[in-house]
């Protein structure tokens, strides 16, 4: 029989190449992402790790503008989930992208409050007296931001509208803004709207896409990644079933 010691000892030994085994494996990335995603890529992040659970997958979420500089500057993002098709494509010919930008969605716009019923509302409607501030995400960087903008002066009241903007560092920065009482009103992401913690207080009122470019949400996997499977796997995961559904309920519109 096997001493205690020797058993003990076979025993580490077993529990220590098991322990290789699966940091072998396990493969890492980062991916930067544009805030209207939050709860979108939340759930599909979930779903994925059902799928390759040993894959260690960070995501930060910010401003598509922001992002790209920092990408530039060598952030050590390896995904970058973009609002905006502009972003992808500029990194792209600067050599920092390893893949084509992908189209993964459209957004949309939508007017917004905690307080207010805005369900009826259309964008003139935010030139009343009882809208003090009314929230974009900035239109220097974050391409919700952009499209906000858009449609305002498609409505004619762009610069009329200047003394009550209340500017948003990315678009769920802007939803925070409303929701807090800093803004009594905005312009947000159809798919934070969508979300239970800002669906259940007001209401909100799709923007028609007529009144602005078409948000046009595109993804690349970067340099830095090149070699990085997992970021390959994320990618093409994104194309599944599973993934397509959670981007439509959240109101992203899909191939």
């Not at 890492?28 to 939340?42: E, G, P, T, Y």
């Not at 952030?75 to 792209?92: G, T």
Request: aromatic share 10%; proline share 5%.
């Amino acid at each position: 029989m096997l001493s205690t010691k020797k058993l003990f000892n076979g025993l580490l030994i077993a529990l220590m190449i098991s322990t290789f085994s699966v940091t072998a494996q396990a493969q890492k990335m980062i991916i930067a992402a544009a805030s209207d995603l939050k709860f979108a890529l939340d759930e599909i992040h979930a779903e994925y790790l059902k799928t390759y659970p040993n894959d260690q997958v960070e995501v930060i979420y910010g401003s598509s503008g922001r992002f790209s500089q920092q990408i530039e500057n060598g952030a050590p993002f390896d995904l970058f989930f973009s609002a905006s098709m502009d972003y992808p494509k500029d990194l792209q010919q600067k050599g920092f992208a390893a893949t084509e930008p992908k189209l993964y969605a459209l957004g949309r716009i939508v007017i917004w409050s905690r307080r207010h019923d805005a369900s009826q509302m259309n964008l003139n409607d935010l030139m009343e007296r009882r809208y003090r501030r009314v929230a974009i995400a900035s239109p220097d960087h974050a391409p919700y931001g952009v499209r906000a903008m858009e449609a305002l002066q498609a409505a004619g009241i762009w610069d009329e509208i200047q003394p009550k903007i209340v500017i948003g560092e990315n678009i769920a920065h802007t939803a925070q803004l409303i929701e807090s009482g800093a803004a009594n009103i905005g312009i947000i992401a159809l798919a934070l709207a969508l979300n239970p913690q800002l669906s259940r207080h007001g209401g909100y009122s799709l923007i028609p896409e007529e009144m602005h470019q078409p948000l046009e949400q595109a993804y690349i996997v970067t340099q830095r990644a090149k070699d990085n499977p997992i970021a390959f796997r994320f990618a093409e995961f994104m194309e599944q079933p599973a993934a397509k559904q959670i981007m439509e309920k959240y109101g992203f519109v899909v191939n």
